[in-house]
């Protein structure tokens, strides 16, 4: 286990959400990574978008850290893991800097990192400097870098920005409006990295835009102390497992992918949406979340991938469906519009997608194997006469989302975070 080490770190915050700390962050990914230095991003909470496009940016995967989902000790080895072998960790955070229990917050002082917070100035002036201060006072320990005033409209307004923060608080400089460079959203946030066909160009702007403030210059070191990877046994040694990969089945965590690694299998990534089907072998399938609501005629026109996932079932091999996963296996999808969909119909009932978010939160599973710890986030509600298996149950109490068992298919709402319980994850596979 090699020691204690030390790198260049920087907590990018915000009093809120829009503010504009994902393209802050991928912005300053991309400006490290164009002068030369290895940089490692990091994203606060369960979200699988923002993530996307900083893997993008800086050319490495990106993994969430929550004190929740993930707990203290998998970011702990992150962090260390990453320490060793980059030049910059980046770590962006989730809402505002206080929002949750546990917050952004509470990580950046976990982990000692200095929090650079990311301010919209468009609808203000010399108040810029009062919510700076607040940022900076509201918790005892914070390790407080300053401020970036983001979506700026002048040099004069950046002036009066600068002179209305607190004595001594750093002026991490102004980025100005430029609409060329914004990243396109819907309804679950940014788009996902692949869908951006111009990403590259929008993350060289912003990256030029930040090259004017100064931001090459690298944060402090911090040290992060050492922590060994867990240990995890191959029970999926020898197992093919296929999992469905593209737009509309985007929502898949790299630690996902790399416990399942560890756990021994072998990975086949298939795109339903480019008319594949199963892979000749097949084990288990995973059909993780994403929007196959968006797609919906192509993919019921994959005739073929749902006669060979109903022949995978009636061989009795495991499926995980999650969120996305588990609309696709009912027999109908009603989307925004109101166009209802055929989709897999192994799972009775129907998907219907609504004008609000139906669910979000942290989720936790009690499975035969253990506990699991997970995420739901979806703006459809299903419809099934089918009896829930069992519920997720919310960390703060009361009770979760439905999880569906039906044969080998294990179906849900939650988003899994497979090293939170490799065994569990395992079973989810035969394993």
């Not at 700076?132 to 002048?154: I, M």
């Not at 399942?260 to 072998?281: K, Q, Y």
């Not at 997608?353 to 699991?372: F, T, Y």
Request: hydrophobic share 45%; proline share 7%.
């Amino acid at each position: 286990m090699a020691g204690a080490v030390q790198c260049p770190a920087l907590f990018v915050a915000a009093p809120a959400s829009g503010q504009g700390k994902t393209t802050v962050t991928a912005a300053l990914a991309r400006l490290h990574t164009r002068l030369g230095r290895r940089v490692r991003v990091f994203k606060c909470g369960p979200d699988f978008l923002d993530p996307q496009i900083h893997a993008v940016a800086s050319g490495a995967p990106v993994h969430n850290v929550d004190l929740g989902m993930c707990g203290e000790t998998d970011i702990a080895w992150r962090l260390h893991a990453a320490a060793r072998e980059c030049d910059l960790i980046l770590v962006e955070g989730v809402m505002g800097l206080y929002d949750g229990a546990p917050s952004g917050a509470d990580i950046a002082r976990r982990f000692g990192i200095p929090v650079m917070a990311v301010i919209d100035a468009r609808a203000m002036a010399q108040t810029f400097g009062a919510v700076a201060y607040g940022l900076a006072h509201y918790l005892p320990g914070l390790p407080f870098a300053g401020v970036l005033a983001n979506h700026v409209g002048s040099a004069r307004h950046a002036e009066m920005l600068r002179a209305s923060l607190p004595e001594g608080m750093r002026w991490f400089g102004a980025v100005m409006r430029d609409a060329d460079a914004a990243l396109p959203e819907r309804h679950l946030g940014l788009m996902q990295a692949d869908e951006i066909t111009d990403l590259g160009e929008r993350l060289d702007l912003l990256a030029d835009h930040l090259q004017a403030t100064g931001a090459a210059e690298l944060p402090p070191a911090v040290e992060f102390p050492s922590v060994s990877a867990p240990a995890v046994p191959p029970l999926l040694g020898g197992k093919h497992i296929a999992i469905a990969r593209d737009a509309a089945y985007g929502f898949i965590y790299p630690a996902n992918v790399d416990t399942l690694l560890a756990l021994g299998a072998e990975l086949a990534f298939f795109s339903p949406l480019a008319g594949e089907t199963l892979p000749a072998r097949c084990d288990a399938v995973w059909l993780p979340g994403g929007y196959p609501e968006l797609h919906g005629e192509r993919l019921a026109a994959n005739t073929r991938f749902w006669a060979s996932l109903r022949a995978h079932v009636a061989a009795g091999r495991p499926v995980l469906a999650e969120c996305g996963g588990l609309m696709s296996l009912l027999e109908t999808v009603v989307d925004k519009a109101g166009a209802a969909h055929g989709f897999g119909g192994l799972l009775p009932g129907r998907a219907v997608m609504q004008k609000r978010l139906a669910a979000l939160g942290m989720q936790q599973v009690d499975l035969p194997q253990g506990r699991i710890t997970g995420h739901t986030f979806h703006y459809s509600k299903t419809e099934t006469p089918l009896a829930p298996w069992l519920h997720a149950q919310r960390p703060e109490g009361g009770e979760g989302e439905a999880i569906y068992r039906c044969g080998s298919i294990t179906a849900s709402y939650v988003h899994f975070w497979f090293p939170s319980n490799p065994l569990v994850a395992a079973g989810l596979f035969g394993g």
